[in-house]
């Protein structure tokens, strides 16, 4: 059944839907609320603009220098005006990304797994099974010129997820990313459940964030991950939340609706 065309009860039933105006959703909703709307016939879920916005989910890992070269293909397209926009939801096996700001000495195990060079912003993460990653390929003109500002709104993005899914996100200025508050394994801990870096390319964004659903969190102990030391990584599941990959995939795209409030989404085949 299609993610744009069904809703999650809070006992992860689906359960087809009418037409709901995105417009009108407002937080903070519980689990046993809506996470999804449907456009009856049409697959679409309609904003407060006529900008088109394409959102598509890959069912199988996708092999990470494959998915750079389909987004980059997408983000000249998106810039030439010969697609619209999108979202695109994967999942990749096992490696470790270095970005624009990786130092060497945080690569804790090179042999571990592939270690894949990239150009977005950032420094070392990890990604892997369990973990969902959203390659965000989005026009500027259409959100926000202000780059910073664009990286706060995907940071609200996934404070707003967690916050439907039951989990306290937030940021903090002198470290990347969104954390958890966690008093029950020290004063003043906090782990880091979402990383966010993205890349643009005349005003078209690419690469953009991951959340971390059900991995292999061991898998983290190869890298300092984003170079912050002092401080864990955690996952849905690690704080005892029971949520399926699906029922995420239907949170986010709620959320986003909520957060830009811009375009039409649209689903459409994943590129790989």
Request: with cysteine; proline share 6%; charged share 20%.
């Amino acid at each position: 059944m299609s993610i744009l065309t069904s809703l999650a009860t809070g006992n992860g039933n689906l359960q087809p839907q009418k037409t709901i105006d995105a417009g009108r959703w407002s937080r903070p909703l519980g689990m046993e609320e809506n996470m999804a709307a449907s456009a009856g016939e049409s697959s679409r879920v309609e904003a407060s603009s006529g900008q088109t916005i394409g959102w598509a989910v890959s069912s199988g890992p996708v092999d990470y220098a494959a998915a750079v070269h389909a987004m980059e293909e997408r983000v000249a397209k998106i810039r030439d005006g010969e697609a619209p926009q999108l979202i695109w939801l994967l999942e990749h096996p096992p490696l470790y990304t270095a970005g624009t700001s990786a130092r060497d000495d945080d690569l804790l195990d090179p042999t571990r797994f592939p270690v894949h060079r990239t150009g977005r912003g950032g420094q070392y993460t990890y990604h892997g099974p369990g973990q969902r990653v959203v390659y965000v390929m989005l026009d500027l003109k259409w959100h926000s010129s202000d780059v910073r500002a664009f990286v706060q709104r995907l940071e609200q993005w996934v404070i707003g997820s967690l916050a439907v899914i039951g989990v306290n996100g937030d940021v903090r200025p002198d470290r990347i990313g969104v954390w958890v508050p966690r008093p029950e394994l020290g004063q003043g801990r906090e782990d880091k459940i979402a990383a966010i870096g993205i890349r643009v390319r005349r005003w078209v964004t690419f690469h953009g964030l991951s959340l971390n659903v059900a991995p292999v969190l061991e898998h983290f102990d190869g890298i300092v991950p984003c170079g912050i030391e002092g401080h864990g990584v955690t996952s849905l599941a690690d704080l005892g939340v029971g949520c399926d990959m699906a029922t995420v995939d239907r949170v986010l795209m709620r959320s986003f609706v909520e957060t830009f409030g811009t375009g039409s989404l649209i689903e459409e085949p994943a590129p790989l």
